[in-house]
T-cell receptor
């Protein structure tokens, strides 16, 4: 079963602009992770934020987590055409268990 | 870093035949592997959890007799799609974890097309 929703489902922006994607989930979590998937390819792990963290940065990525609202956001700053991909959030509530994925946001960055 | 491979990357088979997909952890021992399925433009749906040396745990709605999973060693899990039908055409992705934490390592996926 899927954990929740991402919005928007699709996002089109110009190079240099920032892209913000949101993810909501339903159950309690230990951590939330964001993944990227290029068309027809496997998943690339981007960042993991733990339930006791509120914000995390990695390069041009900024992730926030609001456990009271059961939501997270992924911000990609100064986007590039190479950022074009689908982005998924995934949650985990117990070590050794499978991730539950959101529906994903398809990002298109045009040059 | 931890690397997971899948083989084959693409396979086309005829309806009624069986197809085996391998998932290998190349540089670590995976106590647990997961199999996901992804339809076009959709998210990943967990099919089953595979623990080395024991029977796989299937998600609700996934036929265990159709999707046979074997986790014979700490570095290899296989998914066999038996008597494949066109509706089984999909992208199958495995992931592996050591069991020590929460990080999963994903394979590159296998594109199955059943004609």
């Amino acid at each position: 079963s899927q954990q929740g929703e991402e919005d928007p489902q699709a996002l089109s922006i110009q190079e240099g602009e920032n892209a913000t994607m949101n993810c909501s989930y339903k159950t309690s979590i230990n951590n939330l992770q964001w993944y990227r998937q290029n068309s027809g390819r496997g998943l690339v792990h981007l960042i993991l934020i733990r339930s006791n963290e509120r914000e995390k940065h990695s390069g041009r990525l900024r992730v926030t987590l609001d456990t009271s609202k059961k939501s997270s956001s992924l911000l990609i700053t100064a986007s590039r055409a190479a950022d074009t991909a689908s982005y998924f959030c995934a949650t985990s509530n117990q070590a050794g268990t499978a991730l539950i994925f959101g529906k994903g946001t398809t990002l298109s960055v045009s040059s | 870093g931890a690397v997971v491979s899948q083989h084959p990357s693409r396979v086309i088979c005829k309806s009624g035949t069986s197809v085996k997909i391998e998932c290998r952890s190349l540089d670590f021992q995976a106590t647990t592997m997961f199999w996901y399925r992804q339809f076009p433009k959709k998210s990943l749906m967990l099919m089953a959890t595979s623990n080395e040396g024991s029977k796989a745990t299937y998600e609700q709605g996934v036929e265990k007799d159709k999707f046979l999973i074997n986790h014979a060693s700490l570095t290899l899990s296989t998914l066999t799609v038996t008597s494949a039908h066109p509706e089984d055409s999909s992208f199958y992705i495995c992931s592996a974890m050591t069991g020590a934490g929460y990080e999963q390592y994903f394979g590159p996926g296998t594109r199955l097309t059943v004609t």
